[in-house]
């Protein structure tokens, strides 16, 4: 099992970095329960919202408006486990999530790149795919496989399913997916259990892992909670990641962003705790400030950096293993 360095020890010398005190973060974690309980999350998917009324959340089944009352947040955050075994296909390139300790990961999905060969911006195809998951699968600092690219050059109807079979003949560490609704989920955990052995061996030992993106501000669509319940009810991990836009989808001030982020986050793990208790859950990150000049999302700035390494702070203070983008 491969280990990474630790994060933000408390240490009594040397060097750490800490991004909100306690004090901030209690703040966070109740304006969070109150826009959970007053505002709440509009849910899109009949099931999960029959899922969330049998739990005891407060559904309106004619607007799809969800809330959520504190003690079924504070339900669900206590089931959750704190550790995540991402396993590979090979088993000494296992990863454990969890706690302080750190692991990397490539990242996407974009959907071009530069052909090596001619040097032409084009269209990235499931041979691109193939590559990078061969590339990724020898470079040691690489603990888990996000695919940076997509098969452009597959129908719409089945691209995520090729990009998966990809990665299964070309990588033997943890790949860390999506999906684009929740058959299609279901059709990569039958193929996944080919590779691991069967249904209970994939239960044990989770191959892959997938990635769902609430809709900023406060909503899961249907493909997305569909996801999120699949998963849970087949113990595959997922990654609930918002990608909340300070100043366009929520507050611009940081600490803002930070409350309409949480609450999306928490409203997808209590739904995967409503539809299977313990399901393995990683809070996600990619949340970045909104560009007002040009009308778009930027990455590699100073606040999504500084939103990112707080929400990891978020994730260590409810005790859940995180994933965040890097600024």
């Not at 750490?16 to 826009?35: E, F, N, P, Q």
């Not at 408006?65 to 486990?81: D, M, S």
Request: aromatic residues 4%.
């Amino acid at each position: 099992m491969q280990r990474g360095p630790t994060a933000s020890s408390v240490m009594s010398t040397g060097w750490g970095l800490k991004t909100l005190t306690r004090d901030a973060l209690d703040k966070i974690h109740a304006a969070t329960l109150d826009v959970l309980q007053t505002t709440g999350v509009r849910v899109d998917s009949q099931e999960a919202l029959k899922i969330l009324d049998r739990e005891g959340c407060w559904v309106n089944h004619k607007t799809g408006v969800v809330r959520f009352p504190e003690h079924i947040v504070k339900q669900a955050l206590g089931i959750c486990p704190s550790q995540i075994l991402l396993a590979g296909r090979d088993p000494e390139k296992d990863f454990m999530m969890g706690g302080r300790e750190v692991g990397f990961t490539t990242f996407g999905t974009g959907v071009q790149v530069e052909d090596l060969e001619t040097g032409e911006i084009r269209d990235s195809t499931k041979e691109d795919v193939a590559q990078i998951a061969r590339l990724t699968d020898a470079l040691k600092h690489m603990d888990v496989l996000s695919s940076p690219v997509e098969a452009r050059d597959k129908p719409g109807s089945s691209h995520d399913l090729h990009m998966f079979e990809a990665v299964l003949m070309n990588c033997t560490k943890h790949y860390a997916c999506e999906a684009e609704n929740g058959e299609r989920m279901k059709a990569m955990i039958e193929m996944a259990e080919v590779v691991a052995g069967g249904s209970e061996a994939l239960k044990q030992r989770p191959i892959f892992s997938m990635g769902a993106c609430p809709t900023s501000p406060l909503q899961l669509i249907k493909e997305a909670a569909d996801v999120i319940v699949v998963s849970a009810k087949n113990w595959i991990p997922i990654d609930v990641l918002s990608m909340v836009m300070a100043g366009a989808t929520s507050p611009i001030s940081v600490s803002g962003a930070l409350v309409t982020h949480n609450a999306e986050v928490l409203s997808g793990i209590i739904l995967a705790q409503a539809a299977n208790p313990g399901a393995p859950v990683i809070y996600g990150s990619s949340s970045t400030t909104f560009d007002m000049r040009y009308g778009t999302a930027v990455v590699g700035v100073p606040e999504m950096a500084m939103i990112s390494a707080a929400a990891a702070d978020m994730a260590n203070f409810y005790g859940l293993p995180s994933y965040v983008a890097g600024g």
